[in-house]
C-alpha cells in the first residue's frame, strides 16, 4: 500500500469513528476466515489492504483471513472448499442457491440468530422489503444467507445494451440506423470507408461479436425479433407463463440474417472463438463499429474518457413485423446468498454481528462505493448518485487514473444498500455510471416482463441437470454453425427435432415452475 492510500485510510478511520454507527465491543473481538470474490481487475496485492477492510477492521477488532477466489475459478474453487474440509467460517461472496441446496449439511441455518445478532439488517429489511422471509428462506424451511450488493439497481435491468460509434457514423454523415434495412446500410459503410483512417480499408470491425463475454453474445441480436434471449436462456415469458423461444420461425429469421451478414463480412466471425482480452483489444483500438456490451468505455479506455463519447448507446432495431425485445434481469438484483455461513464456524451469532455491523447504513454505503462525494453523493431525494472521478481529483486524493474502485472497496458483494446506484446525468455526463444508466434508459421500453425465480431443492435441480444435459452446449452450437454455414430447412427440422432429445420442452416446464414456486 503506498503512503498516500495509507495517509487516506487513516483521514477515512477518523471519520468513520465520528459517525453513529453500531460497532462490536473490542471485549467482544475474535477471528474470522471469510472467502471472498477477486476481480481479474483487482489492483491490491491482498484483500486486506482494501480500505474497507481496514475501516472494518479498525470498527470492530475483528481480524479476518481471507480467502481470495478469482471469479473464473468460482465453479471450480467453491467445490473444492466445501469438499476439501477446509472450510471457511463464512463465504461472502454470492453463493449460487445450488450450493447450498446440495451441500446444506455444511451450512448453519440462521433464522432464529438474525433477530437477536442483526439490529441493523432487521431494522433495514423489515422497513424496506416486502415479504424478505420468503425471498430467503429454502425449500427446507431455514435461511441460510444474508442479502448483499444492491436491492435494486437501475443500472442492471438488462444484462448488455448496444453501442454504436458514433464518431464513425458522423464521419459519414449518417444517422443512427432504425431499421434493419438502415443498420445493414450503416454496417457496410463502417466496412467499405477505413474509418479508423490508418490507411487499411479491411481492418475495421462492422458489428463485433464475442461469446466468451456475457455481455457481448450474439445471441442479444436475437431482441431485433422479438426473442428476449441472454446467456444460456432460452425461454420467453408471456401472459405470465414461461414459453419456449428457440423453435420458433423469428429464431431461424434471426440465425439467417446472421449469416448473412457473416458472409458479407460484417460481422466478427472470431469472436465465436475470442477472448474477453482480444473484444477489450479490439475496442481499444478504434476498429468496432457496433456491439451489445455493459459499458464499453469502462473496458477500453479507463483512464481516458475524451475517446469514451465514441460509442452511445441505440435503441434496438426490430425486424419487420416483430417488436424489438430485450431480456432483463429479475427484479431483485441482491445477491441472495451474500454472507453464508458454514458449519466450520465456533460462533454463527458472533459472524453475524460482524455483518451487522458493516451492514450499518454509513457503512454500508462506504463499503459499497467508498467515501461520500469521490464516486457517489447523496441527491436531495436520499437516492445514491454515482459519478467518475476525474484524473486531477484522483491524483488529489492520491490515487493513479484508473484505478479499479474494486481496490478500495469490495466489488458486487458488499454488505446491502437498498438505494439502487444511479448516473449523474446532468452533472458528470460522461462518468461510466452515466453512460450506463443512458444505455438502460434508452431499453426501457423494449425489456421483456420477467418475474423472482423461486429456490428450487436439490432434488428438482439435479432433475434439470440431468434431463437437459448438453442442452446449452446442443443450442449455442447450433448458433454457431447455422451463422457460419447458414440454415437450411434440412438442418432447422433436425435441430428442432433435436432440442426434445436434450430435453427442451422439461426446461420450459421446469422455469414455470420455478418463477411460481412449485418445488
Known amino acids: 500500500m503506498t503512503k498516500k492510500m495509507l495517509s487516506l485510510v487513516l483521514t477515512i478511520l477518523m471519520v468513520l469513528s465520528l459517525a453513529p454507527m453500531a460497532s462490536l465491543a473490542q471485549e467482544d473481538a475474535y477471528d474470522l476466515t471469510i472467502a471472498v470474490n477477486r476481480t481479474l481487475f483487482d489492483q491490491t496485492e491482498v484483500a486486506s489492504e482494501k480500505a474497507v477492510w481496514i475501516a472494518a477492521e479498525e470498527m470492530t477488532g475483528v481480524k479476518i483471513k481471507w480467502i481470495e477466489i478469482l471469479e473464473p475459478d468460482r465453479g471450480e474453487k467453491i467445490p473444492l472448499l466445501l469438499s476439501g474440509g477446509d472450510l471457511p467460517d463464512v463465504f461472502m461472496m454470492g453463493l449460487p442457491d445450488n450450493i447450498i441446496t446440495e451441500n446444506p449439511e455444511l451450512f448453519v441455518p440462521i433464522q432464529d440468530l438474525i433477530e437477536e445478532n442483526c ?115 432460452w425461454y420467453m415469458i408471456e401472459d405470465g407463463e414461461v414459453v419456449s423461444a428457440v423453435d420458433t420461425p423469428a429464431f431461424r429469421e434471426f440465425l439467417e440474417y446472421f449469416h448473412m451478414l457473416g458472409q458479407e463480412g460484417l460481422i466478427d466471425l472470431e469472436g465465436f472463438s475470442m477472448t474477453n482480452e482480444q473484444l477489450n483489444s479490439n475496442i481499444a483500438s478504434g476498429k468496432v463499429g457496433t456491439l451489445w456490451h455493459w459499458e464499453p468505455a469502462i473496458a477500453a479506455w479507463p483512464a481516458n474518457p475524451e475517446k469514451w463519447p465514441d460509442y452511445q448507446p441505440m435503441a434496438p432495431i426490430a425486424a419487420e413485423g416483430y417488436e424489438a425485445k430485450v431480456c432483463g434481469n429479475p427484479p431483485i438484483s441482491a445477491a441472495r446468498n451474500n454472507f453464508v455461513i458454514t458449519t466450520a464456524c465456533e460462533d454463527p451469532a458472533a459472524a453475524l454481528r460482524w455483518y451487522d455491523a458493516i451492514s450499518e447504513h454509513d457503512f454500508s454505503y462506504f463499503a459499497a462505493r467508498y467515501k461520500e462525494n ?12 454515482g459519478r467518475q472521478p476525474s484524473n486531477e481529483e484522483l491524483a488529489e486524493w492520491g490515487f493513479e487514473p484508473g484505478i479499479d474502485l474494486g481496490t478500495l472497496m469490495y466489488g458486487q458483494y458488499h454488505p446491502l444498500v437498498f438505494a439502487g446506484l444511479t448516473g449523474d446525468l446532468e452533472n458528470q455526463p460522461e462518468s461510466y455510471n452515466a453512460r450506463r444508466f443512458r444505455s438502460v434508459l434508452i431499453l426501457k421500453d423494449y425489456i421483456a416482463p420477467t418475474m423472482t425465480q423461486q429456490i428450487m431443492t436439490a432434488e428438482t435441480n439435479e432433475e434439470l441437470t440431468f434431463m437437459t444435459d448438453g442442452l446449452n452446449d446442443y443450442i449455442n452450437g447450433f448458433i454457431a454453425s447455422s451463422i457460419l454455414n447458414g440454415v437450411t430447412d434440412a438442418s432447422w427440422d433436425e435441430y428442432v427435432a433435436g432440442l426434445e432429445t436434450y430435453g427442451y420442452s422439461f426446461y420450459i416446464e421446469w422455469y414455470n415452475a420455478k418463477y411460481h414456486g412449485a418445488q
Open 374 to 385: 469521490h464516486w457517489w453523493f447523496f441527491d436531495n431525494d436520499g437516492n445514491m448518485v
Open 119 to 233: 439490529p441493523n439488517i432487521m431494522q433495514l429489511y423489515n422497513e424496506k422489503i416486502p415479504d424478505w422471509k420468503t425471498y430467503l428462506t429454502y425449500p427446507d424451511g431455514n435461511i441460510y444467507g444474508l442479502m448483499g450488493g444492491y436491492y435494486t439497481n437501475p443500472l442492471a435491468p438488462v444484462g448488455g445494451t448496444q453501442w454504436i460509434n458514433v464518431a464513425w457514423l458522423d464521419q459519414l454523415g449518417m444517422d443512427v440506423p432504425t431499421t434493419l434495412d438502415e443498420f445493414y446500410d450503416v454496417l457496410v459503410a463502417f466496412r467499405d470507408n477505413d474509418m479508423d483512417g490508418d490507411g487499411d480499408p479491411t481492418n475495421e470491425i462492422p458489428l463485433e461479436i464475442c461469446q466468451n463475454f456475457y455481455g457481448s453474445k450474439v445471441i442479444a441480436y436475437a431482441s431485433m425479433w422479438g426473442l428476449p434471449l441472454y446467456e444460456n436462456t
